[in-house]
């Protein structure tokens, strides 16, 4: 951080290696870890857990979960066409002949 934006935030004392310890690992589970611990989003283990678990929005909403296709086989399905990247946008803007 350059000396000008360091003055603006003041007398904050910043240790990278006590910012890499405080970090989630990526197999650390957040219902174990330490309260002082943070996500790469900045939240901490503590506000993660008394977030709580989240309500079944498929039975508020009483829209079904999908269900699989019974019909599908694997070895009869054929991959989807070919479009460009920019399709909608080809579409749009190409040259078409109004008759």
């Not at 977030?51 to 296709?69: M, N, T, W």
Request: charged share 30%; net charge negative.
């Amino acid at each position: 951080m350059p000396a000008s934006q360091q003055k603006a935030l003041g007398d904050l004392s910043f240790d990278q290696k006590t910012f890499e310890r405080s970090l989630f690992g990526f197999e650390e589970d957040y219902r174990t870890a330490d309260d002082n611990k943070f996500v790469y989003t900045g939240f901490s283990a503590r506000e993660i857990r008394a977030l709580g678990d989240f309500p079944d929005y498929a039975a508020i909403s009483e829209v079904p979960l999908p269900r699989p296709y019974e019909g599908f086989d694997i070895d009869k399905a054929r991959p989807r066409p070919y479009r460009p990247v920019r399709w909608a946008y080809h579409q749009t803007m190409c040259k078409f002949p109004y008759i």
